[in-house]
C-alpha cells in the first residue's frame, strides 16, 4: 500500500473497504485468481462500486484529474471547427456522438461554438453509463446553454444507424487491459489474487493468443512488464458496424507499438489517479481511484483497417489543435484582464507544450464513405504512419 497518498474520508473507506470485500469473495469462487482485465473492468464500472459510476468528485478541484475540456473552452472549439469541416460531407442530417462526457462541459462548449456558426447537429447524443454523470452533465449543459438542451439525448447503448462524428476523448486509455511479465524468455500474465485481506499480482503460464503473438514477435529485455488491450478490436469493430458515414475522432495519450513497447519501458504505461496524485498501485482502495494505461494506437490503426474504415489522420494534440485555428480562436476571446489573459495562456500551454499534453496525447481520426475532411491534420499526418 502506498503510504505517501492522502487518506480517504470515512464515507468512501467504507466504501472501497466494502467493495474489497467483494472483490475477495469473487476471486475465492474464481478459483482463487482473476485476470487483470476482468479486475480492472470491476473496478472501473461495476453497477454499485465501480470507479466511474459512483458518485465520488472525479474531475477538477476536489477529483483526481483534469482532462482538457476543463482547461479551456477552446479545446472542444477547435473540435467544433473539425465537426463543422465534416458535416457538409455527409448525405443525411449529421448528429454527434460523445462517449463517456465527462461534466459536459465540451459538449457545452460545442453546441455553443456551433450554434454561432449556424451548423448544429440535429442529435447531440452522450453514451453514458453512469447516472450521477449523466445528472452532472444535464446541469452543466442547462447552465452554460440552456437552449441547446433539447438538442441533446443520453444513451446506454450505441444507437443502429448512426451519420455523422463519434468523439471519443479520454476513452481509450481507460478500457481494461491485460498485464504480462517476461523473465527468463518466458511470458506470464499479471493476474489478480488475494493474501491476508490484500489483493497482490498472481503469475500465471499465459494462454491468451495476442499475447503470445505478441511474444514472438520482437525482441524482448531480460525482464519486462507491460499491457495489452484486447478490447480495442471489438470496439472499432462495434463502432465501424453502426457507422453508417462520417468520421470518428479519437483522442488520447498513447504511442504507437514500437514506442509502446519501447525496450526501455520496461514496467508498461499503467498508472491510477487518485486526489490529483499519479501512482502505479492499481490495488489501492479500489473503486476510489482512476486506472489507466496508455493507447497502441498501432493495434487502433490495424484494428480500423480491419473493418473497413479509412485513416483519415493521427497526429500530436498540438498539431492538430493548431491545425483547428487554435491561434486564430484565442485572437477573438475577448479577455479583458492581465489575471484572464495569464490564465489563457497557462491553458494553451497546457494542452500545447511537448512537456504537458501537446506531445503525449495524439489524435487519430477514423472515416466511412466521405472526402478527406482534415482541417487538424496536415498532409504528412495523412500517411499511414502506424503499419509497423
Known amino acids: 500500500m502506498i503510504t505517501s497518498l492522502p487518506t480517504p474520508p470515512p464515507d468512501a473507506l467504507a466504501h472501497s473497504h466494502q467493495f474489497l470485500r467483494y472483490l475477495i469473495a469473487h476471486i475465492?469462487?474464481?478459483?482463487?485468481?482473476?485476470?487483470?482485465?476482468?479486475?480492472?473492468?470491476?473496478?472501473?464500472?461495476?453497477?454499485?462500486?465501480?470507479?466511474?459510476?459512483?458518485?465520488?468528485?472525479?474531475?477538477?478541484?476536489?477529483?483526481?484529474?483534469?482532462?482538457?475540456?476543463?482547461?479551456?473552452?477552446?479545446?472542444?472549439?477547435?473540435?467544433?471547427?473539425?465537426?463543422?469541416?465534416?458535416?457538409?460531407?455527409?448525405?443525411?442530417?449529421?448528429?454527434?456522438?460523445?462517449?463517456?462526457?465527462?461534466?459536459?462541459?465540451?459538449?457545452?462548449?460545442?453546441l455553443n461554438y456551433l450554434a454561432t456558426e449556424n451548423v448544429l447537429p440535429r442529435h447531440y447524443y452522450i453514451l453514458e453509463l453512469s447516472a450521477e454523470l449523466k445528472k452532472r452533465q444535464e446541469q452543466t449543459i442547462a447552465t452554460i446553454c440552456p437552449d441547446l438542451l433539447p438538442k441533446v439525448q443520453w444513451l446506454k447503448n450505441l444507437p443502429v444507424e448512426f451519420s455523422g462524428v463519434i468523439l471519443a476523448n479520454e476513452v481509450l486509455?481507460?478500457?481494461?487491459?491485460?498485464?504480462?511479465?517476461?523473465t527468463n524468455n518466458q511470458i506470464y500474465t499479471l493476474d489478480v489474487?488475494?493474501?491476508?485481506?490484500?489483493l497482490k499480482d498472481h503469475l500465471l503460464s499465459t494462454k491468451i493468443k495476442a499475447l503470445l503473438d505478441l511474444f514472438v514477435s520482437q525482441e524482448w529485455p531480460e525482464t519486462y512488464t507491460s499491457e495489452i488491450n484486447l478490447n480495442i478490436q471489438p470496439w472499432i469493430k462495434s463502432l465501424s458496424a453502426c457507422l453508417k458515414?462520417?468520421?470518428?475522432?479519437?483522442?488520447?495519450?498513447?504511442?504507437?507499438?514500437?514506442?509502446?513497447?519501447?525496450?526501455?519501458?520496461?514496467?508498461?504505461?499503467?498508472?491510477?489517479?487518485?486526489?490529483?496524485?499519479?501512482?502505479?498501485?492499481?490495488?489501492?482502495?479500489?473503486?476510489?481511484q482512476d486506472i489507466t494505461a496508455h493507447v497502441d494506437f498501432s493495434a487502433v490503426y490495424q484494428a480500423a483497417i480491419a473493418t473497413g474504415l479509412?485513416?483519415?489522420?493521427?497526429?500530436?494534440?498540438?498539431?492538430?489543435?493548431?491545425?483547428?485555428?487554435?491561434?486564430?480562436?484565442?485572437?477573438?476571446?475577448?479577455?479583458?484582464?492581465?489575471?484572464?489573459?495569464a490564465k489563457q495562456n497557462h491553458a494553451i500551454n497546457l494542452l500545447t507544450s511537448p512537456a504537458e499534453m501537446g506531445e503525449i496525447f495524439k489524435v487519430m481520426m477514423l472515416g466511412k464513405k466521405i472526402d478527406e475532411a482534415c482541417m487538424g491534420f496536415s498532409l504528412s499526418d495523412r500517411q499511414d504512419r502506424l503499419t509497423r
Open 28 to 110: 475465492q469462487k474464481n478459483n482463487g485468481s482473476l485476470s487483470f482485465a476482468d479486475y480492472m473492468d470491476l473496478a472501473l464500472y461495476h453497477p454499485n462500486f465501480g470507479y466511474y459510476i459512483s458518485g465520488t468528485q472525479k474531475f477538477n478541484v476536489g477529483g483526481d484529474f483534469t482532462t482538457a475540456p476543463e482547461i479551456s473552452p477552446l479545446f472542444s472549439q477547435c473540435i467544433a471547427r473539425q465537426c463543422e469541416q465534416i458535416f457538409p460531407l455527409i448525405a443525411d442530417q449529421a448528429d454527434i456522438l460523445e462517449f463517456g462526457a465527462g461534466t459536459g462541459r465540451m459538449a457545452a462548449d460545442i
Open 245 to 288: 458515414q462520417g468520421a470518428i475522432l479519437l483522442i488520447d495519450y498513447g504511442f504507437s507499438k514500437p514506442e509502446y513497447y519501447h525496450p526501455q519501458r520496461t514496467q508498461g504505461t499503467l498508472m491510477c489517479h487518485y486526489q490529483h496524485q499519479a501512482h502505479t498501485d492499481p490495488f489501492y482502495y479500489p473503486g476510489l
Open 173 to 182: 486509455d481507460a478500457m481494461s487491459v491485460h498485464r504480462f511479465h517476461i
Open 193 to 198: 489474487t488475494e493474501k491476508n485481506g490484500l
Open 310 to 341: 479509412e485513416i483519415l489522420g493521427y497526429t500530436q494534440q498540438a498539431s492538430f489543435l493548431l491545425g483547428c485555428g487554435l491561434i486564430e480562436l484565442l485572437q477573438k476571446q475577448h479577455i479583458l484582464s492581465e489575471k484572464e489573459k
